[in-house]
């Protein structure tokens, strides 16, 4: 805390309205004599878009994909539930977090008194207080009760930044509640250019209650009331709808599509380090790009999510899934007979068994599965330095790319809707519900008809279906432990999280022979024994060094009335 604090009170980091990156040099402007014009305050808060995140992004695909059973990644504490306070990607995630506060809060400082024009000032003002909120609203989910910063630079001149206590988890959800309505109240009801706007804090506020919703320990009818208000009032009035193909939301052309409400907004330009998305780096194939930046390829979709998708790689045919009704599927895991149109692009589309055995298609073909579990990673990728250019204009680099992340899209926003509409019960026969619910299946699954009533069961698989690889899953395991942790518990010990034997040389004969024979060498790995979860799994451990420097981290949470204790 004390590192991002000091970090936020010093930086001023600048990018344009238009691609979020450029920066006046540090000495030509300082907080005196910046934030003069509706120009200046617009650069002033785009890097809240991207810098101070950079750090999470790691932590947000184990947290989120490995810890949750979505994604198998070799050897990792967060297969195994063993993450400790030391571990790198928790620190970074953790310091990532605090800085996105402390700079939001600096921000949010030196604009208040900016001879700005009301409307922009207040739209870059509730752009600090939406990130601000967005930081908290991960921080609650992954450590519990955390300590409210709610002003940094008083922090530092009282000195007070190693003597915070933990807030109890309500109180910081109240907190992040109370931003989110300052906010809103700041935001216009539109925006251009990928910037949030009313809507798409209140896309947020409607997740932050539901969350909310269980933190006592029962569901709180009120809570889900409000989610299912805010979530329908996006749903009816921001103009915005659901792209009509899913893949399409993962694509560079789309950065800044209406479906994407909240995103983190990168580039490649390659001026400034941070600013730019790394995520191909671990997620891609080994030679996926030309940058030699690649090196997820030894990772993969666990098989429970492959599962979940009714692939079963031992019992069934490529054409079950070549073929499959959902395509999400497809536009989420790469398996055996899959092309991709929108990778390599120049090159007539990418192939992945080719890519892996094919020298003259691939000259970087290893001839091996490298994948565990058969799978690997599509969303998050950006294809090759043309794929990159085609959709964006300029080449993507080593370890740097402009391909948006989206953490709020609005098809969440509707299965919120279609959750927090069902109220305390099991199912509904809503018909509002049913439509939010209908519209995201039925993009996925043209041939799907709507039904006449959805159970949570129903909303529940269909959460991880289209949100997966999004950072998101292991998130609706805590909010739902905080009510019902046995349900929690007895799902994600019962995953498959674990890899095969033997599928190199399955796949390799299909790709020879166009045979899919399945022999008493290929199996699922049965020896790794289930991960130990228990009720307290479900908040990670501080980093280490915050607790040396502030030994409060480890006593009891105290109760801070925050709507008397803080305003904006």
Not at 482 to 507: H, M
């Amino acid at each position: 805390m004390k590192y991002s604090v000091c970090a936020a009170a010093f930086t001023l980091g600048m990018t344009s309205c238009e691609d979020f990156l450029d920066r006046p040099t540090e000495d030509s402007y300082n907080t005196d004599n910046y934030y003069q014009t509706d120009d200046q305050c617009i650069a002033g808060v785009n890097y809240l878009y991207n810098s101070p995140w950079y750090d999470f992004q790691r932590g947000f695909i184990k947290v989120g994909e490995v810890l949750s059973g979505n994604y198998y990644w070799g050897s990792s504490p967060y297969l195994s539930f063993t993450v400790n306070g030391t571990d790198e990607d928790l620190v970074n995630m953790s310091y990532s977090l605090w800085a996105v506060i402390g700079h939001a809060n600096t921000v949010y400082n030196n604009l208040k008194d900016s001879p700005a024009s009301e409307s922009v000032r207040n739209q870059c003002m509730g752009e600090c207080l939406t990130w601000k909120a967005m930081a908290y609203f991960y921080l609650v989910r992954s450590f519990g009760d955390v300590p409210i910063v709610h002003d940094n630079t008083e922090e530092l001149v009282n000195g007070t930044y190693n003597e915070k206590y933990k807030v109890q988890k309500a109180d910081v959800y109240e907190y992040i509640i109370m931003t989110l309505e300052k906010a809103m109240e700041l935001l216009p009801t539109s925006s251009s250019d990928g910037r949030i706007d009313y809507y798409c804090a209140e896309g947020l506020l409607a997740k932050v209650y539901l969350t909310r919703a269980g933190v006592s320990g029962t569901l709180d009818a009120s809570d889900l009331a409000k989610a299912a208000e805010y979530a329908k009032d996006v749903i009816d009035n921001s103009g915005r709808s659901l792209l009509s193909t899913y893949s399409d939301v993962f694509r560079l052309a789309n950065n800044k599509s209406e479906e994407s409400l909240i995103a983190w907004r990168w580039t490649a330009n390659g001026n400034v380090w941070t600013a730019q998305n790394t995520l191909q780096s671990d997620l891609a194939i080994e030679g996926f790009d030309e940058f030699g930046d690649c090196w997820g390829g030894w990772a993969g979709m666990s098989v429970d999510l492959q599962e979940a998708f009714g692939v079963k790689l031992l019992e069934a045919t490529p054409d079950s899934w070549i073929n499959g009704i959902d395509t999400r599927r497809k536009a989420t895991m790469m398996l055996p007979g899959d092309v991709y149109s929108y990778f390599w692009a120049d090159q007539g589309g990418f192939d992945y068994l080719h890519f892996i055995y094919d020298s003259e298609y691939n000259s970087a073909a290893t001839g091996s599965l490298q994948s565990a579990t058969g799978s690997n990673s599509v969303k998050h990728l950006y294809g090759n330095a043309q794929d990159h250019i085609d959709g964006t204009g300029v080449s993507a680099a080593y370890m740097y790319s402009s391909l948006a992340t989206h953490i709020l899209r609005l098809s969440d926003v509707y299965l919120i809707y279609a959750e927090a509409k069902m109220g305390t019960a099991k199912s509904t026969t809503d018909a509002t519900a049913i439509d939010a619910f209908y519209a995201v299946r039925h993009r996925a699954q043209s041939t799907y008809e709507r039904p006449s009533s959805i159970t949570w069961d129903d909303i529940w698989k269909e959460r991880r279906l289209e949100l997966a690889m999004e950072g998101d899953r292991w998130y609706d395991y805590v909010r739902v432990a905080y009510y019902n942790p046995q349900f929690c518990i007895n799902e994600l010990t019962a995953q498959k999280r674990n890899y095969f034997n033997g599928l190199n040389d399955l796949y390799k004969a299909y790709y020879n022979t166009g045979s899919w024979t399945v022999t008493s060498d290929m199996s699922y790995d049965t020896t790794t024994a289930a991960p130990n979860v228990t009720e307290s799994s479900f908040t990670l451990p501080f980093p280490t060094e915050d607790v040396v420097f502030n030994p409060h981290l480890l006593e009891d949470p105290i109760h801070v009335d925050v709507r008397s204790e803080y305003s904006y």
